[in-house]
Each structure stands twice: as structure tokens, then as C-alpha cells.
């Protein structure tokens, strides 16, 4: 594809990614978790930090893939990083196959290690891509870890997608195989079934980011480049990332779970990790609030979000991450339905 396509595709997925955000009401709002009344630790004795095998996140949260490849990219790039420097948190660049095929691109993902060289930074690819490229990616940005972002329905729905398949799983596990830092099986807003968790687990994945329905909704975006917009039938496709994280505990598997997903607040959050996950991804919810009040504010917000995340779990009697997988909660009679029809099956 012509660079100056994909260029205006990323701005594209930007204005649209900004225009169609509106996570209301979600799966996070049918669940619920149960109060108790007497807590028995303070809130300064509270540590949500969490180690994984190759680094700590200091709180679980982090900025998930979004863009790079335009000049609007570079700029939204450089002020997320910014924000995740000061807040303190990883970031994830968006998907870096443009600077892979345009050195003039590499600059809109090189910004975000030069304004935070100390700070974990994932690189991104699809899995597409073979591990002579994925080798680049890293080392554009001297990555911490590696998403391969899994977009099958997003590919289908584009007008001008890539739909060739079949040798995904046979990509990601030559890259699994052969670089030493953690590679991150990803969805974009579809979520992920137990089969695909355990597809990965099989190959060796050890991270997966389940990104569910909820929030950004990528065949709602694709849908709209279409020139008839003939395919909304799509836009609920998938699992939400509550359902997702639900497949996940069916699994029972021994892999890291990360959720994102139409997180809309630091409750989301919370249930999120309560569910099984190990630190959480925002990315519709942050390029919104940053687009409308600008770097400091949301430098502001997303501290303030942090912090709420402790109140949750001061709430709930959770020292750490680990104690907040012990909550009690109940599910909808809908999620119920759901898990016990997928339990079967
Ligand atoms: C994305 N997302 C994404 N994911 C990925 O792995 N590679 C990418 O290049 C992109 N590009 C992208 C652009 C924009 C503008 C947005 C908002 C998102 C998907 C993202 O990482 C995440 O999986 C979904 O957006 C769901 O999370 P939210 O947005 O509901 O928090």
C-alpha cells in the first residue's frame, strides 16, 4: 500500500477511534462486587504493583497500542508518552508494520522511547509479519515486550484488509521461539475465546491482552471507511472483556492475562484484575480525555484514576493485586447464563 494511504488511514482510525468512544453501559456494569463493611487495612498500606517475570508494572495499568505512521500520530505518540513517564506507567505504541516498510515513518514511534528512555515500552506488530521484522520493531524502540495484535474481523471489514490468514499462529510462535522478551498475544475489541488462550498457551504464549467489546469498536470504525457502510451487522461481534476474562478463568491456564477493552472508569478497572487479570489497558479512554484537555490535565486524570483504583480496593480490604482475586462478586443473570453454557461446551 502507498505510504501516503496508510498515512491517512491512521488518521482516519484516530478521528473515527475519537468520534465513535461512547462505552455507556458495558458488561463491567453487570458485575458486582460485594462490599465489606470492616476493613482491616489502611490506605496507605495498599500496593498495587505488579511483578511479572521479565518487569513490574508500579501500578496495573497501562497506555495500550494506538497509533504512529502520521504526523497527527507522532504528536498523540510523543504526549502519551509523556503521560505515561509521569503516571509512571507502560505504553504500547500502535502497530509499527509502516516504519517497518517507511523509514520516514519511524520517527511518529521513535518519539515515545526518546521522551521516556527509562520507561517499559511494547512494541507492536500483526501477526502477519515474520520474525525478521518483528526483530526490527523491537529494536526501533527498544521494546520491553512485543504485541502482536490479533485483528482478524478488523482485516475483514477494512476495505482494503489483509486477509490472508493461515500462517498467523505459524508467525507468532517462530517469533515466540525466537526473541527473550515477552511477546503479548493481543486483541483489538473482539475479546478472546478459552480456544484461542489455550491455541497461544499451546505455542509457548505467555501474555495475552484478551482486549474485549466494550469500548472502541474497530468493526464500527471499519465499517464507516466502507463506502456503502454495509456492514454493521458486525459491530457487536465478538466477546466483551468481561465475558473474555470469564473464558479465562474456564481455562484455568497458567498464562498472564491482560484485559483491555471499554475500561471506562477505575471501577472497570478493578473488576477487571478481580476477574483474573494482571494489570489492565486503557486506550479509547485516554486519547478521548487527551484530545479534549490536553496533555497536563490528563497527566492529572489518569493519576487521579490511580488513585481511585486504591480507594476500590481499600473498599474491598485488597492489599495488592493478588488479595483483589479473592472478591467476592456476583454476575448478572445474563454473564451467569454465559459461563454455564460455555462451561459446557
Ligand atoms: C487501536 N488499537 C490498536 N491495537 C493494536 O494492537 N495495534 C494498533 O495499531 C491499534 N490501533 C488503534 C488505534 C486507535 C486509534 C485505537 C483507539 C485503538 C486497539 C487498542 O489497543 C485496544 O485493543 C482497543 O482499542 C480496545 O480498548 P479501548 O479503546 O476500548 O480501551
Given at each position: 500500500m502507498d505510504d501516503s494511504l496508510r498515512s491517512k488511514r491512521k488518521n482516519e482510525h484516530i478521528q473515527l477511534a475519537l468520534d465513535t468512544y461512547s462505552p455507556v453501559s458495558t458488561d463491567f456494569d453487570k458485575v458486582q462486587l460485594i462490599h465489606q463493611?470492616?476493613?482491616s487495612i489502611n490506605k496507605n498500606q495498599i500496593d498495587l504493583s505488579v511483578k511479572f517475570p521479565h518487569f513490574t508494572f508500579k501500578y496495573p495499568i497501562y497506555i495500550n497500542a494506538m497509533t504512529g505512521g502520521s504526523e497527527r500520530a507522532a504528536t498523540i505518540n510523543k504526549e502519551l508518552a509523556q503521560i505515561a513517564k509521569a503516571?509512571?506507567?507502560?505504553?504500547?505504541v500502535g502497530s509499527t508494520h509502516s516504519a517497518l516498510k517507511d523509514p520516514n515513518a519511524e520517527s511518529s514511534f521513535t518519539v515515545v522511547r526518546d521522551e521516556n528512555p527509562?520507561?517499559?515500552?511494547f512494541s507492536n506488530v500483526g501477526a502477519d509479519i515474520e520474525y525478521a521484522k518483528a526483530k526490527k520493531s523491537i529494536e526501533l524502540l527498544n521494546a520491553d515486550a512485543?504485541?502482536?495484535?490479533?485483528?482478524?474481523?478488523q482485516e475483514l471489514i477494512m476495505p482494503e484488509g489483509d486477509t490472508e490468514f493461515e500462517n498467523w499462529l505459524?508467525?507468532?510462535q517462530e517469533i515466540q521461539d525466537n526473541i527473550d522478551i515477552p511477546v503479548i498475544i493481543k486483541e483489538v475489541g473482539f475479546g478472546m475465546s478459552a480456544e484461542t488462550i489455550q491455541k497461544v498457551k499451546d505455542i509457548g504464549i505467555q501474555y495475552v491482552d484478551v482486549s474485549g467489546r466494550g469500548g472502541t469498536n474497530f468493526a464500527d470504525i471499519e465499517n464507516q471507511r466502507r463506502p456503502l457502510k454495509d456492514m454493521a451487522?458486525?459491530?457487536q461481534w465478538g466477546q466483551s472483556t468481561v465475558q473474555s476474562l470469564l473464558e479465562a478463568q474456564l481455562l484455568n491456564a497458567d498464562i498472564h492475562i491482560l484485559a483491555s477493552g471499554g475500561v471506562k472508569n477505575p471501577l472497570d478497572a478493578i473488576k477487571s484484575l478481580v476477574l483474573g487479570a494482571e494489570a489492565v489497558g486503557l486506550s479509547g479512554y485516554v486519547l478521548k480525555y487527551l484530545d479534549a484537555y490536553g496533555v497536563e490535565d490528563t497527566i492529572e486524570h489518569m493519576k487521579q484514576f490511580i488513585e481511585q483504583m486504591h480507594v476500590i480496593a481499600n473498599l474491598l480490604n485488597a492489599s495488592n493485586v493478588s488479595d483483589l482475586k479473592s472478591v467476592s462478586y456476583v454476575l448478572s443473570p445474563e454473564l451467569q447464563t454465559y459461563v454455564e453454557q460455555r462451561a459446557k461446551s
Open positions: 463493611s470492616i476493613p503516571c509512571n506507567i507502560p505504553m504500547a527509562e520507561g517499559l515500552i512485543l504485541q502482536i495484535h490479533v485483528n482478524a474481523p505459524t508467525n507468532i451487522f458486525l459491530n
